[in-house]
Every structure is written in structure tokens, then in C-alpha cells.
């Protein structure tokens, strides 16, 4: 019986040479024989929506332009892939100009190339490098007790950051008409404000939706707590910050300043106060010193308005006073760590590794360093360490987290991490855990100086611990009881004569009639408040240290050590009950 039609052999020989109905490509045809049948109209839709997409997530993710920057390189790197892609497809569609369209494939792989090779010429095993890398922050030998000043009391902060948080988070609590729609941001930049070390941070939107209600009016406030006094207070502004990080939309001060200056690489920023109170945002201004992205050093600082969102361009050598980062605390200790690691080149950072040093490392995995306040700036503190990561230092690197000028200050003894252990191990009973160590100068002696704080995060107790020999370790319930304590301890192990030991106390005796005594607590810790008759001067006795206090009454006689007091000084912190 003879067929009617086609037979679907033939059908399916057909299919095989001519493709599917309707120019679709065969079954089992490449990516580019598909993307071949598209008809002119498909592939124009399709460069404009990728074009659309490009200028979307430029505005969205904002990268920097700089052919220095890694971000825009992903970006390169992607739209050459997208090149690759696309040029075969063109071959296809086109038997005419097909060797034309494989020869243009050269020009999306050049950059491909390019950004390989300028990651080798980045790289420290490159000829040369080393020597740039270990360059690239200049320190120099330094006299401890010469470039320190030696500690006021008065200015030594005796809180870390998560307590700053803690205190932070209870002043929040004060103003309920806020809570409901800010939040604290995480920030709690530390900066010396007013001669007194603080850490500030903005409050932030809670919530995508506080911040449609809100976004009109703005962020009426930020977090001041002093590391001094451990106050915490919500500083009301009578112009609002309308450039944050919780802006999602054009007023992200980021999205904000990178648009501003498109082709800049900036460091993290740091929310920082003039001396007026006023908020800004402080971005370092990136540049790479080694080959095409190695090297990163600061060359100048943008400073943002946080109100208005103005922006200000400066030179690092010319930024004002009043700014304490423009060198990022991370990027400092990268850049002595290429010093330490390179500085005898890179075969040596491998093999040998003699004089081979790095920082010390901190806690929880994160870096170790601190800060402490120098007249108008913030240096950044971090011991220096082997790189065979033994329990003893070398010495340890002040850098001027403004200027960039950094020194070294051979000093052989403990870690931050061996003095933690000691001042814990003093208290053990308790279980108080120490802050990480701030350095100070007490009587030209290196100190590192501790909060310890009970598992409530609150601050009890107060431990200094000599650098040199770390068994040296004295406590006490306030600053000063703990630094008439650590003096003493200096004078019977030898370090200082009872002379130096003398006259570096600032603290004086007073006795008198006691006229009236209060007791209260405060943050969890008993007080005794004393004043003597004729003598305005309210006395703190604070508990436990100073128990036998509890045994005096008014008409009592009474001698004591104390501070110095200045004339605006109306209470006093007793140190020692004679």
C-alpha cells in the first residue's frame, strides 16, 4: 500500500537540515547556533535591557571608575565575558563576516589579559615589590618616655567599645518618642571631642518602613558616650542627618559621595563631630603605590555634611584638626605588617624569616589594637610581635591616625593578650574579664592599663600591668586607687625609687570632721559620699575597696588620700582610707 504524505523519516530529515519550524535551531544544537536564529528585533531588545542593567546596578552598587579599583575590574572582566559570548553569536548569524567577528574577539580578551598581569605585577614576589610594600608606612624609632606624655587621669578612658554599646543602648532608653523609630547604628567611632575621648554614632531607621515615615524629617540625633565618665547622652541636633548609611535611596551617603567623585576609591569612613557638635562623615581617599592594585595608601579625605550632604575635598596634609581617621585603623595595620614581613625582602618573609615581625593579634579573632589620645589626635596602639607567634612583644607602634606618622618603641616584654591574662588571674575569684589593654605612661614606665568588667559588661574594676615585667600587676575600684597602688608596686620591685614613686602620685592627704555621709549605688557598685565640715568637697569612698568607711558616722574624724582636686572639681574619688 503506497503512503499518503511524508514518511517520518522524511520529516525528520528535513528538520535535520533546515532546523525546527519557525527558524528555531535543531535539538542539540550549541548556545550559539539558538542564540543565531534570534531575529534582529530580539537581539536589539536584548542590548538595551543589559544596557539598562548596566546603568541600574552602576547607580545601585556604585563602583568606583579608578583602573585601580578591583570592583570595576569585575565589572571589565564581566562585560568582556559577556563579549566572548556575544561575538560567536554574531559569527554565526553572519557566513559573511564570520572571520571578522572570531578575529574582534581579541579586543574583550585583551583586558582579561591585562587585569591578570596587573595582578602579578601587584603581587610582593614581583622583582622589586618587596621593598615597595615594606616602604609604604614610614616608621621610626621613637622615645617612650619622651613622645608620650605621661597619663592625666582625668583623660584616661576606662571603657572598650561593647561597653560604650551597653551604655549607649540605656540612654537610648531615655527618649521613648525615638525608640519606637530609631535605632543606634554600630558605628561608636572613637575621636577625641572637646579635649575628651569619646565614641559617637548616629541613630540609623529601624526599619524600611520607619523610614518612609520618617525620611521627610530626617535623623534627629546621635549617641555621645564619654570614655572618661562612662555618661552616655542622645544629642538632639537642630538640623537633621539626612545622609546616612540607612538611606537606602539617593541620600545613602555613600551611593552619595562615590557619584559625587566617580573615579575616587575610598577607605572605610568614620562618623566623626567638629568642634561645634556638628556630624560628619569622614571618607579616606584611596590610591595604589604598587604595580596596578597593591600598596594601598591614603592621599587625601572627603569630608561629607551629614545634614546637608556637602562635600569637601582635602589634601591629607591639609585636613582640619578637628578630623581624628583619615587613615583607617585596618589599613594601618596592614601596612606595618607589609613593613615587618617584607622589609628584608620577600624570599626571606618565607624562608628564613629573620626579623620577620608582625602586630600582635587581638581576641575573638579580630585585630589587636587600641587607641589613645595625644593632644588633638588618636594614635593607634598595637604591640609588635615575632612572627613565630610566641607570648612576648618587641615593642610596640604609635601611628597618628591623621598625619600617618607612625613610630616604633623597642620595649621587650608582655602581650596584650599575656597582660589580659594577668590582670583576670589577679581577680580570679570574681571572674572579671579584661578589656583590651590601652597604653600609658606612668611615671616613664610603658603600662598597659585594663577595665575588668563582671558578666554584665559593666566596668568594677581597674588593673595596671607593666610592659617589661607583666607579674607587676596592681588593681583597684577606681583609677586613681589603682594607679597609687601600681606606683607602690614600682617602688617595691625597683623600677622606681620611693623619691619618683612620690612624686609622680598626684595624690594628697586630707582629714577633717565628717559632716555628712550618704551611700548609693551606682551601675551596681556601692558608694559612700562624705563631706567635712568646712569643705564643700563631696568625697566618694567607693565599696569594696574602701570598707571600713561603713564604720564612720558625722562628728568622726576621718584621714584619707585623694587626688589633687582643681578648683571646678566639686567631688573627688578617695583612693586610700588612713
Known amino acids: 500500500m503506497s503512503s499518503q504524505g511524508p514518511s517520518l523519516k522524511d520529516l525528520f530529515d528535513r528538520l535535520s537540515q533546515q532546523g525546527a519550524p519557525g527558524n528555531m535551531p535543531r535539538p ?14 530580539a537581539l536589539i531588545i536584548a542590548a538595551v535591557v543589559l544596557v539598562v542593567a548596566l546603568v541600574a546596578c552602576y547607580w545601585w552598587f556604585h563602583p568606583s571608575l579608578s583602573l585601580q579599583s578591583m570592583q570595576i575590574w569585575t565589572w571589565i572582566v564581566g562585560i568582556c565575558l559577556v563579549a566572548l559570548l556575544v561575538l560567536p553569536v554574531l559569527a554565526a548569524r553572519s557566513e559573511k563576516n564570520a572571520r571578522l567577528f572570531r578575529r574582534l574577539m581579541v579586543i574583550p580578551a585583551a583586558p582579561i589579559v591585562g587585569f591578570v598581569v596587573g595582578l602579578l605585577l601587584s603581587q610582593p614576589f614581583f622583582p622589586g615589590n618587596a621593598e615597595r610594600y615594606a616602604s609604604v608606612l614610614d616608621t621610626t624609632d621613637g622615645v617612650f618616655a619622651e613622645d608620650i606624655e605621661e597619663v592625666d587621669y582625668s583623660e584616661v578612658p576606662v571603657i572598650d567599645r561593647d561597653s560604650a554599646i551597653l551604655l549607649g543602648n540605656r540612654a537610648m532608653g531615655s527618649i521613648p518618642e525615638y525608640v519606637s523609630q530609631f535605632e543606634i ?12 575621648p569619646v565614641r559617637v554614632s548616629p541613630l540609623v531607621y529601624a526599619d524600611l518602613f520607619k523610614w518612609f515615615s520618617n525620611r521627610d524629617t530626617g535623623i534627629p540625633a546621635y549617641v555621645l558616650v564619654d570614655m572618661v565618665t562612662q555618661e552616655s547622652e542622645v544629642v538632639r541636633l537642630d538640623e537633621p542627618i539626612l545622609y546616612s548609611d540607612s538611606e537606602p535611596l539617593a541620600r545613602n551617603v555613600d551611593r552619595h559621595v562615590q557619584l559625587s567623585y566617580p573615579s575616587l576609591m575610598f577607605d572605610q569612613k568614620s562618623f566623626e563631630l567638629d568642634e561645634d557638635g556638628h556630624p560628619w562623615w569622614v571618607y579616606p581617599v584611596q590610591r595604589r603605590t604598587i604595580g596596578t592594585f597593591g600598596g594601598t595608601d591614603i592621599y587625601a579625605v572627603v569630608l561629607v555634611d551629614a545634614c546637608t550632604g556637602e562635600t569637601d575635598f582635602y589634601a591629607v596634609e591639609e585636613v582640619p584638626t578637628w578630623v581624628d581617621r583619615a587613615y583607617p585603623s585596618d589599613l594601618l595595620i596592614e601596612q606595618y605588617n607589609w613593613s615587618g614581613m617584607y622589609e628584608r625582602g620577600w624570599l626571606n618573609s618565607w624562608l628564613g624569616q629573620e626579623g620577620v615581625v608582625r602586630t ?11 587607641y589613645i589620645a595625644q593632644g588633638e589626635d588618636i594614635y593607634l596602639y598595637t604591640g609588635v610581635t615575632s612572627v613565630t607567634a610566641d607570648d612576648s612583644s618587641v615593642g610596640f607602634i604609635l601611628v597618628n591616625q591623621r598625619t600617618g606618622e607612625s613610630h616604633f618603641y623597642p620595649v621587650a616584654g608582655a602581650t596584650e593578650a599575656s597582660a589580659m591574662a594577668s590582670a583576670e588571674g589577679q581577680l580570679q575569684n570574681l571572674r572579671y574579664q579584661a578589656t583590651y589593654p590601652i597604653l600609658l605612661n606612668v611615671a616613664g614606665q610603658p603600662t598597659y592599663f585594663v577595665s575588668l568588667k563582671d558578666d554584665a559588661g559593666l566596668v568594677k574594676m581597674f588593673a595596671m600591668i607593666n610592659i617589661e615585667q607583666y607579674q607587676s600587676v596592681a588593681t583597684g575600684s577606681t583609677v586613681e586607687e589603682c594607679q597609687e597602688a601600681y606606683l607602690s608596686l614600682l617602688a617595691a620591685d625597683g623600677l622606681l625609687s620611693e623619691q619618683e614613686a612620690a612624686d609622680a602620685s598626684t595624690t594628697v592627704e586630707v582629714s577633717g570632721t565628717i559632716a555628712t555621709i ?3 549605688v551606682v551601675d551596681g557598685n556601692s558608694h559612700f559620699y562624705v563631706t567635712l565640715e568646712g569643705d564643700e568637697t563631696i568625697y566618694d569612698f567607693a565599696l569594696p575597696g574602701l570598707l571600713e568607711i561603713v564604720t564612720y558616722q558625722p562628728g568622726d574624724e576621718v584621714a584619707f588620700m585623694c587626688p589633687e582636686k ?9 583612693t586610700q582610707l588612713l
Request: no cysteine.
Open 28 to 41: 542539540g544544537s550549541s548556545f550559539f547556533d539558538r542564540a543565531a536564529a534570534w531575529g534582529k528585533r
Open 518 to 520: 550618704a551611700q548609693a
Open 185 to 196: 547604628a554600630d558605628t561608636y567611632s572613637q575621636i577625641n571631642y572637646q579635649g575628651r
Open 360 to 370: 600582635t593579634p587581638g581576641t575573638n579573632g579580630q585585630l589587636g589594637y587600641n
Open 566 to 574: 582643681d578648683e571646678d572639681t566639686s567631688a573627688v574619688t578617695v
